[in-house]
């Protein structure tokens, strides 16, 4: 059982794991989320924007790859339930976040939102890595876990970077739509970044 709850003891167990991995990927990028909280959270002004840019983006992606390569495999291995239990909180979240981005980190129920939210995407990444990613250390070999590792990677280099909640927590949605919302994402950015 990998019951962990905060970023150092996350990322000594990626430590531990190959590098691609898919279970070593996931816990190294849950402590960057939880990071990524608490650097939201210090910032202030225009570097506060860019602190919750990234995480925006980091959670999108995350949990695009996901649905996409990491639940079918648990809903084998853990179960249908428990795949079906961690795509809802997904979706939910997909949905909250879509929430803080359209409210922006100015305005006053920002901070107490984002800590509803922070505490909700915790309690998910320790779903995952108390319920999901055991019974994938134990049931899918070495080279499945690299395997699924690679293509968890290189669905996050074509995922969403802003939230889509039409499609999260449907592993099927993602396929379908989510290169066309990442090619779209990814111009926003581009013309955010730009100035335009």
Do not use: Y
């Amino acid at each position: 059982m990998i019951t962990l709850g905060d970023a150092r003891t996350e990322r000594a167990a990626a430590a531990r794991l190959d590098d691609e991995d898919i279970v070593g990927v996931l816990l190294a990028q849950h402590a960057r989320i939880r990071d990524g909280f608490s650097e939201v959270r210090v910032a202030e002004g225009t570097r506060r924007q860019r602190e919750f840019d990234r995480l925006r983006a980091l959670l999108a992606v995350h949990e695009t790859a996901e649905e996409m390569i990491l639940r079918p495999v648990a809903k084998r291995v853990a179960g249908r339930r428990e795949a079906e239990a961690r795509n809802e909180e997904e979706h939910e979240a997909n949905q909250v976040l879509a929430e803080l981005e359209r409210m922006g980190v100015d305005n006053a129920e920002f901070d107490v939102r984002l800590d509803e939210f922070e505490r909700a995407v915790s309690d998910h990444a320790d779903a995952e890595e108390r319920d999901e990613f055991p019974s994938v250390l134990d049931a899918c070999s070495r080279e499945e876990r690299l395997r699924m590792g690679r293509r968890l990677l290189a669905a996050e280099r074509r995922a969403p970077t802003h939230p889509h909640p039409s499609t999260a927590g449907s592993p099927a949605a993602q396929w379908a739509v989510g290169p066309f919302a990442a090619m779209t994402d990814r111009v926003r950015d581009a013309l955010r970044r730009d100035g335009s």
